[in-house]
T-cell receptor, first 115, second 110 residues
């Protein structure tokens, strides 16, 4: 069965600092991988996704993520955090077959940004 | 891209009552998905709704508790029946799963 682990429940960074949110997955084949952001009171917004090809994926809002098969990881990064990035971040893994990707979500990492 | 709206955005309900949540998409989609996000938790898929057929429920979710309608290719409803405080959650619909989510319905059951 597929699973996703986000080991950090909370992350606190200062505005302008770099950010890395960790995501480890368990899946028997090549997975589809996703990162979402949920701002307070909002739904989920897809930041980026990895299906195949280049293992460094660029997303919206200046985020990127790198797929490392050897480490079963798909960590999210941003070089300089803005106060508006404070939100909940979810990593998800889905099967790479079938017509619709039913993902398994991690428990989320809450990002706190200090001014 | 798809724009998804949900109604209501939030509600406070008494136990034993039912609430119907609406999901509207600005384009025609074959499949719509309903998720639950319990407080402090991640998302769990409740069911997949195809137009013209009965919804497919995930393990732990049953039609009597969460009946779903899918009358056309742009609209779906999820009803939370005979509510208890444990049903307090955010309910989200999704299309082109898992790329687009609605803003969610925040439900508090007293």
């Amino acid at each position: 069965a597929q699973s996703v682990t986000q080991p950090d429940i909370h992350i606190t960074v200062s505005e302008g600092a770099s950010l890395e949110l960790r995501c480890n997955y368990s899946y028997g084949a090549t997975p589809y991988l996703f990162w979402y952001v949920q701002s307070p009171g909002q739904g989920l917004q897809l930041l980026l996704k990895y299906f195949s090809g280049d293992t460094l994926v660029q997303g919206i809002k200046g985020f990127e993520a790198e797929f490392k098969r050897s480490q079963s990881s798909f960590n999210l990064r941003k070089p300089s955090v803005h106060w508006s990035d404070a939100a909940e971040y979810f990593c998800a893994v889905g099967p790479s077959s079938g017509g619709s990707y039913i993902p398994t979500f991690g428990r989320g990492t809450s990002l706190i940004v200090h001014p | 891209s798809a724009v998804i709206s949900q109604k209501p955005s939030r509600d406070i309900c008494q136990r034993g009552t039912s609430l119907t949540i609406q999901c509207q998409v600005d384009s025609q989609v074959t499949m719509m998905f309903w998720y639950r996000q319990q407080p402090g938790q991640s998302l769990t898929l409740i069911a997949t709704a195809n137009q013209g057929s009965e919804a497919t429920y995930e393990s732990g979710f049953v039609i009597d508790k969460f009946p779903i309608s899918r009358p056309n290719l742009t609209f779906s409803t999820l009803t939370v029946s005979n509510m208890s405080p444990e049903d307090s959650s955010i309910y989200l619909c999704s299309v082109n799963n898992p790329q687009y989510f609605g803003p969610g319905t925040r439900l508090l059951v007293l």
